[in-house]
């Protein structure tokens, strides 16, 4: 760790209000717990000891201790038994296992003078801890931070690392809600990642979950009843408590743990895991309100709040002040479903919903999603509102994330079904879009890593977890029959998480070394080229050349636009001369950029031929492809 001076970089409003922090003269401790009479703290270890803690008025206990310093480990006795801290910093000997004291002021942070990152700037790149590297430890993902950086994207995003019961999971099943989960690493390990991440110039942001409590090892419940709603429902049960009797505290508990996670780690924004299932009726959404106070609280830098909710609704990222609730930007995955029916021809569950066709291609990109008031035949039910007037940049769109692939029965990978030459060409198009894009770990060289969906609960919830999994699938037509389900693979076992675990040899072998050479060449394009880095409204237009081919213009604010030509068909001779949309360039003057069948990035493969002498350009595709012209005014 760097001896260099601690950062005094100003991060105004934050202190803590639950868990326990150190201060001058001790350790402060402070639960919430408003049906108890009395709550005590149990210090554990070589000294042992018990403090009685004072009842304020708001139903919260807490006290400072003197001679209790960082490392202690300790727990909370209430009328029904002796509990860890909801809001533990650290969970050392798993979630269950006493909470430790920490100090978040130790880490001495090096990252003087980095400013966050903006949507327009934002290239994504979704990890998972555990499968990431060999090591599955932050450390394992900071070693790899200069590969990230390479690969040209400019954000990492953690898939959620709030500590988890067992060794294995993704992320969705948290416990400890505040403590980094220990089989990742230390807290200062998560803080050295984010500190290394900001010297390399890359964001980080990290996913967590806001709309349910993990099945084991949560204990805000055993505190307070009030958690959870009295009214609403959601796929896990009982919907949280956000705008019922008591709320107040519900609201600050999940507030407060994204401040904690932006000012005690520095990362540079959050990813809400699924706000469709955050029921809250109250005038003041609670996304509304976690937003602005996140915002409120940093003066250093930018921060990014960004959604995953399948409603399309554009007022959860309208500003607040023309009666949205305020976030950054939201999943918008009708792009990806377009892309998946259009490469592999899928038919079954939401991708009933689309055809994947070009004209719903162009559509999608054009609004930044499909859905804006139709009825969806999977969901029976009207889907989406109308986005007109939202940047594009609002909308995080891509062909594949660790849904898209984990919910799947095999965990299969978008290349792992569809045309390699297909796969190139919806990369592209992928990474030229006006909205923004985000890749999943070895999506850039074509890994052959399944992503899978795993566990590593007890015994009788982990064999009830196996039998609802396979279950989700029998609805389709390839798991029909029961012994076919049992195919699927055991998320229990731990052979499910080996399987995927990213194989980094093969970076050297055919043909990801040359598919990783492509996604470089695009992250570069994307970050360099003026047109792609203009998010200004009306900057960007896709329109259906035919069944099987789209075209994309960017529009730069001064200089040559990109003409994005996506083609998935056979081959087939496409001309640029007299398409609507092309008004003001002087397509006899074009200059190709790329076509993803290059030599570089297919070794023997045949490009298409680009004619480029006559009064507009003229591409005969052999197959699918993409071409990237770059067209100055007329």
């Known amino acids: 760790m760097s001896d260099e001076p601690r950062s005094k970089t100003p991060v105004s409003h934050w202190r803590p209000s639950i868990g326990a922090w150190p201060e001058a003269d001790g350790v402060r401790f402070r639960v919430w717990a408003p049906k108890e009479e009395a709550v005590t703290l149990v210090i554990e270890g070589d000294s042992p000891r018990e403090e009685p803690l004072e009842r304020f008025a708001d139903g919260t206990f807490g006290a400072l201790v003197p001679g209790v310093g960082v490392g202690a480990r300790y727990r909370y006795r209430i009328s029904t038994g002796t509990f860890p801290d909801p809001a533990s910093r650290s ?378 999994r396979r279950e989700e699938f029998r609805h389709f037509a390839a798991f029909a029959d029961p012994t076919a389900r049992d195919r699927i693979p055991d998320p229990q076992a731990e052979s499910t998480f080996t399987a995927s675990k990213l194989d980094w040899s093969e970076l050297g072998r055919e043909p990801h070394a040359s598919t990783l050479r492509l996604f470089r060449s695009l992250t570069n394009l994307r970050r360099s080229e003026p047109a792609l880095r203009n998010g200004q409204m009306h900057s960007a237009r896709a329109v259906p050349v035919s069944e099987q081919t789209l075209l994309l213009r960017r529009d730069a604010i001064e200089g040559p636009s990109l003409l994005v030509c996506f083609h998935l068909g056979k081959s087939a001779e496409v001309s640029l001369d007299g398409l609507s949309g092309l008004e003001g360039l002087a397509l006899d003057r074009c200059q190709l950029v790329l076509t993803t069948d290059d030599r570089p990035f297919l070794p023997d493969g045949r490009a298409p031929t680009v004619d480029l002498d006559g009064p507009a350009p003229s591409i005969r595709f052999e197959g699918p492809a993409t071409v990237i012209l770059r067209a100055w005014p007329s």
């Open 91 to 468: 969970q050392p000997e798993g979630v269950h296992g006493p909470s430790q004291v920490v100090d978040p002021d130790h880490f001495r942070w090096t990252d003087r003078g980095w400013g966050g990152i903006t949507l327009d700037d934002l290239i994504v790149y979704e990890l998972h801890v555990g499968t990431f590297s060999p090591e599955g430890t932050f450390r394992g993902v900071l070693d790899r931070l200069p590969y990230l950086r390479d690969l040209g994207v400019t954000a990492v995003e953690l898939m959620p690392v709030a500590d988890f019961p067992g060794n294995r999971n993704w992320g969705y099943d948290g416990a400890a809600l505040y403590a980094p989960a220990r089989c990742y690493g230390s807290p200062d390990d998560l803080r050295q990642l984010v500190n290394e991440a900001h010297r390399l110039g890359l964001a980080v942001l990290l996913d967590v979950v806001y709309n349910h409590f993990g099945p084991d090892g949560c204990y805000p419940p055993a505190f307070s009843s009030y958690v959870f709603s009295e009214t609403h429902k959601n796929p896990w049960g009982q919907s949280l408590n956000f705008d019922g009797p008591h709320n107040t505290l519900v609201r600050q508990f999940f507030i407060e743990n994204a401040l904690h996670w932006i000012h005690e780690y520095r990362f540079d924004g959050l990813r809400l895991d699924a706000t469709h299932a955050i029921i809250d009726d109250s005038d003041r959404p609670f996304l509304a309100d976690l937003g602005a106070r996140v915002r409120q609280s940093v003066a250093d830098r930018e921060v990014v709040i960004v959604a995953e909710d399948h409603r399309n609704l554009a007022p959860m990222i309208r500003p607040e002040g023309q009666g949205g609730w305020g976030l950054d930007g939201v999943w918008a995955d009708d792009f990806h479903h377009i892309v998946r029916v259009a490469l592999c021809n899928e038919c079954e569950g939401y991708y009933r919903d689309f055809t994947g066709s070009m004209d719903e291609l162009a559509t999608c990109i054009n609004n930044g999603w499909l859905f804006t008031g139709q009825h969806s035949v999977n969901r029976d039910e009207h889907r989406g509102t109308d986005p007109t007037g939202i940047p594009p940049a609002r909308m995080v769109v891509c062909t594949q994330n660790h849904d898209q692939i984990g919910n799947r029965a095999m965990g299969d990978r978008l290349h792992h079904s569809c045309d390699p030459a297909a796969y190139r060409a919806s990369s592209a198009l992928l990474l030229c879009v006006p909205e923004t894009p985000m890749l999943f770990q070895g999506q850039e060289w074509a890994a052959s890593a399944p992503f899978q969906f795993f566990t590593d609960h007890t015994e009788d919830l982990g064999r009830s977890v196996t039998e609802g």
